[in-house]
T-cell receptor
Framework: NAGVTQTPKFQVLKTGQSMTLQCAQD?????MYWYRQDPGMGLRLIYY???????DKGEVPNGYNVSRLNKREFSLRLESAAPSQTSVYFC?????????????FGNGTRLTVT | GDSVTQMEGPVTLSEEAFLTINCTYT??????LFWYVQYPGEGLQLLLK?????DKGSNKGFEATYRKETTSFHLEKGSVQVSDSAVYFC??????????FGAGTRLTVKP
């Protein structure tokens, strides 16, 4: 009963380095999301994928890219990390695109960029 | 665009006290409304939801009523416990497949 699994849990990068955050869900959900959480700002949507093969920008997409590898997996890539990308990143999934469906979250990746 | 505003924290209460966390929203359509809870080191978990005006969501002693006339979805609990200490997020979901979150309210309950 894993739900949404994110790796790694913690990461420290130097400015300019790249990395990929991994996310997988085992609930057969169609939609997947990447959010970042910053103090006092709640969660802000970076990218989402309504279904396999599609991705769309959210509120704060600059500096990020995503790949919906298959129905289960949705990765987030930082090509050239900046200190402003220090944050906690959450992946989430949702059964459908209807407004009534809640999100199911992973436990997050805490990223520090020095 | 759509947005959610919730009361700033932190909120500190004694065990068995009454809890209210205010949440108001702005939306162009007919959103569904949610409360999520986040315990330390974990992701957000759904606490309750309401999908139309006058609906009341409830779970684990928490309640919130969808008030269209005041665009509000305040979270209440009659008697809080130490185990309720967490960060609470109000959120709305509208037609564009997004979910918008408030800034979060940290609740600490002291024995």
């Amino acid at each position: 009963n894993a739900g949404v699994t994110q790796t790694p849990k913690f990461q420290v990068l130097k400015t300019g380095q790249s990395m990929t955050l991994q996310c997988a869900q085992d609930m057969n959900h169609n939609s997947m999301y990447w959010y970042r959480q910053d103090p006092g700002m709640g969660l802000r949507l970076i990218y989402y994928s309504a279904s396999e093969g599609t991705t769309d920008k959210g509120e704060v997409p600059n500096g990020y890219n995503v790949s919906r590898l298959n129905k289960r997996e949705f990765s987030l890539r930082l090509e050239s990390a900046a200190p402003s990308q220090t944050s906690v990143y959450f992946c989430a999934s949702r059964a459908g695109t209807g407004v009534n469906s809640p999100l199911h979250f992973g436990n997050g990746t805490r990223l520090t960029v020095t | 665009g759509d947005s959610v505003t919730q009361m700033e924290g932190p909120v500190t209460l004694s065990e068995e006290a009454f809890l209210t966390i205010n949440c108001t929203y702005t939306a162009t359509g007919y959103p569904s409304l949610f409360w999520y809870v986040q315990y330390p080191g974990e992701g957000l978990q759904l606490l309750l939801k309401a999908t139309k005006a006058d609906d009341k969501g409830s779970n684990k002693g928490f309640e919130a009523t969808y008030r269209k006339e005041t665009t509000s979805f305040h979270l209440e609990k009659g008697s809080v416990q130490v185990s309720d200490s967490a960060v609470y997020f109000c959120a709305l979901s509208d037609f564009n497949n997004d979910m918008r979150f408030g800034a979060g309210t940290r609740l600490t309950v002291k024995p």
